[in-house]
Nanobody, 124 residues
Framework: QVRLVESGGGLVQAGGSLRLSCAASGLTFSNYAMGWFRQGPGKEREFVATIGWTGKSTYYADSVKGRFTISRDNAKNTMYLQMNSLKPEDTAVYYC?????????????????WGKGTLVTVSS
Protein backbone atom coordinates (compact mmCIF):
# COMPACT_ATOMS: atom_id res chain seq x y z
CA GLN A 1 0.00 0.00 0.00
CA VAL A 2 1.44 3.34 -1.06
CA ARG A 3 1.63 6.00 1.63
CA LEU A 4 2.73 9.60 1.27
CA VAL A 5 2.87 11.53 4.53
CA GLU A 6 3.52 15.25 4.59
CA SER A 7 4.90 17.08 7.62
CA GLY A 8 6.40 20.45 8.50
CA GLY A 9 3.43 22.71 8.01
CA GLY A 10 2.47 25.37 10.51
CA LEU A 11 1.94 29.06 11.16
CA VAL A 12 4.64 31.49 10.07
CA GLN A 13 4.86 35.24 9.60
CA ALA A 14 5.24 36.76 6.16
CA GLY A 15 8.87 36.70 5.13
CA GLY A 16 9.55 33.58 7.15
CA SER A 17 10.53 30.07 6.10
CA LEU A 18 9.25 26.54 6.44
CA ARG A 19 10.52 23.18 5.26
CA LEU A 20 8.01 20.56 4.28
CA SER A 21 8.82 16.87 4.10
CA CYS A 22 7.06 14.02 2.35
CA ALA A 23 7.85 10.50 3.51
CA ALA A 24 6.98 7.79 1.01
CA SER A 25 6.45 4.07 1.54
CA GLY A 26 5.01 1.17 -0.40
CA LEU A 27 6.58 2.18 -3.71
CA THR A 28 9.99 2.20 -5.36
CA PHE A 29 10.58 5.84 -4.63
CA SER A 30 13.39 6.38 -7.12
CA ASN A 31 11.13 5.26 -9.98
CA TYR A 32 8.67 8.11 -9.46
CA ALA A 33 8.56 11.75 -10.28
CA MET A 34 7.41 13.68 -7.24
CA GLY A 35 5.58 16.92 -6.85
CA TRP A 36 4.18 19.45 -4.44
CA PHE A 37 0.76 20.93 -4.95
CA ARG A 38 -1.40 23.24 -2.87
CA GLN A 39 -4.99 24.25 -2.38
CA GLY A 40 -5.75 27.59 -0.84
CA PRO A 41 -9.04 28.66 0.76
CA GLY A 42 -11.72 28.77 -1.88
CA LYS A 43 -9.27 27.86 -4.62
CA GLU A 44 -8.65 24.87 -6.81
CA ARG A 45 -5.60 22.68 -6.32
CA GLU A 46 -2.59 24.10 -8.13
CA PHE A 47 0.86 22.95 -9.06
CA VAL A 48 3.81 24.20 -6.98
CA ALA A 49 6.93 22.22 -7.98
CA THR A 50 8.02 18.90 -9.37
CA ILE A 51 11.25 16.91 -9.34
CA GLY A 52 12.41 14.07 -11.56
CA TRP A 53 13.44 10.58 -10.54
CA THR A 54 17.10 11.41 -9.92
CA GLY A 55 16.51 14.88 -8.55
CA LYS A 56 18.43 16.56 -11.35
CA SER A 57 15.41 18.06 -13.08
CA THR A 58 13.07 20.45 -11.33
CA TYR A 59 10.25 22.70 -12.45
CA TYR A 60 8.41 25.40 -10.53
CA ALA A 61 5.26 27.42 -10.77
CA ASP A 62 6.03 31.06 -11.58
CA SER A 63 4.45 32.11 -8.29
CA VAL A 64 7.09 30.30 -6.22
CA LYS A 65 10.14 30.41 -8.49
CA GLY A 66 13.15 31.83 -6.66
CA ARG A 67 11.53 31.37 -3.25
CA PHE A 68 10.85 27.61 -3.02
CA THR A 69 13.28 24.76 -3.57
CA ILE A 70 12.23 21.17 -4.14
CA SER A 71 14.62 18.31 -3.41
CA ARG A 72 14.59 14.60 -2.73
CA ASP A 73 16.67 11.98 -0.96
CA ASN A 74 16.11 8.63 -2.64
CA ALA A 75 18.04 6.82 0.10
CA LYS A 76 15.50 8.08 2.63
CA ASN A 77 12.42 7.86 0.39
CA THR A 78 11.73 11.47 1.24
CA MET A 79 11.02 14.65 -0.69
CA TYR A 80 11.35 18.18 0.63
CA LEU A 81 10.09 21.67 -0.10
CA GLN A 82 12.11 24.53 1.34
CA MET A 83 9.90 27.60 1.37
CA ASN A 84 11.50 30.99 1.91
CA SER A 85 10.16 34.56 1.78
CA LEU A 86 6.69 33.26 2.45
CA LYS A 87 3.71 35.44 1.57
CA PRO A 88 0.13 35.39 2.87
CA GLU A 89 -0.98 34.14 -0.55
CA ASP A 90 1.10 31.00 0.04
CA THR A 91 -1.42 29.98 2.69
CA ALA A 92 -2.80 26.59 1.65
CA VAL A 93 -2.89 22.90 2.33
CA TYR A 94 0.22 21.48 0.69
CA TYR A 95 0.08 18.00 -0.82
CA CYS A 96 2.84 15.76 -2.05
CA UNK A 97 2.23 13.38 -4.90
CA UNK A 98 4.01 10.68 -6.88
CA UNK A 99 3.63 9.68 -10.50
CA UNK A 100 5.50 8.04 -13.34
CA UNK A 101 5.56 11.33 -15.24
CA UNK A 102 4.56 14.86 -14.35
CA UNK A 103 2.01 16.37 -16.70
CA UNK A 104 0.94 20.00 -16.82
CA UNK A 105 -2.76 19.14 -16.85
CA UNK A 106 -4.90 19.66 -13.75
CA UNK A 107 -6.40 18.38 -11.60
CA UNK A 108 -4.11 15.36 -11.21
CA UNK A 109 -1.06 16.48 -13.20
CA UNK A 110 -0.23 12.86 -14.03
CA UNK A 111 0.24 11.96 -10.38
CA UNK A 112 -0.92 8.53 -9.26
CA UNK A 113 -0.63 8.81 -5.49
CA TRP A 114 -1.41 11.68 -3.12
CA GLY A 115 -0.80 12.45 0.52
CA LYS A 116 -3.39 13.92 2.85
CA GLY A 117 -1.72 17.30 3.06
CA THR A 118 -0.19 19.64 5.62
CA LEU A 119 -1.50 23.12 6.37
CA VAL A 120 0.71 26.15 5.88
CA THR A 121 -0.60 29.46 7.19
CA VAL A 122 1.29 32.68 6.51
CA SER A 123 0.22 35.67 8.56
CA SER A 124 0.68 39.25 7.37
Amino acid sequence: QVRLVESGGGLVQAGGSLRLSCAASGLTFSNYAMGWFRQGPGKEREFVATIGWTGKSTYYADSVKGRFTISRDNAKNTMYLQMNSLKPEDTAVYYCAAGTYFKRTPPNYGMDYWGKGTLVTVSS
